[in-house]
Nanobody, 121 residues
């Protein structure tokens, strides 16, 4: 079993900062991609940022220059530093992983339970 556990959401004023963390645990053979998606009320889930096993990062245009994704391989954890937050960043943020667990010959997609980020004055 593989689990993704998120932390760090909350309420912040416009212009403020938050850091989200996501730790992968369980019977993990290899992690190929980890990152974050978000889902705002009435909207589809969208990519925020991902990082691959070769350290290649991918950001949504709406967060470039404001959000930074990093990872600690030893801890199997990714961190999303969110600066200059805007009300339109309000959403449930979901951790994502493309992971190959022990016992399977293929990788598969995993999701965390989600953490609420609210940007409001």
């Amino acid at each position: 079993q593989v689990q993704l556990v998120e932390s760090g959401g909350g309420l912040v004023q416009p212009g403020g900062s938050l850091r989200l963390s996501c730790a992968a645990s369980g019977s993990i053979f290899s992690i190929y991609v980890m990152g974050w998606y978000r889902e705002a009320p009435g909207k589809e889930r969208e990519l925020v940022a991902t990082i691959s096993d070769n350290d290649s990062t991918n950001y949504a245009d709406s967060v470039k220059g404001r959000f930074t994704l990093s990872r600690d391989n030893a801890k199997k954890t990714v961190y999303l530093q969110m600066n200059s937050l805007k009300p339109e960043d309000t959403a449930v943020y979901y951790c994502y992983g493309f992971i190959k667990p022990y016992g399977l010959t293929y990788s598969t997609h995993y999701w965390g339970q989600g953490t609420q980020v609210t940007v409001s004055s």
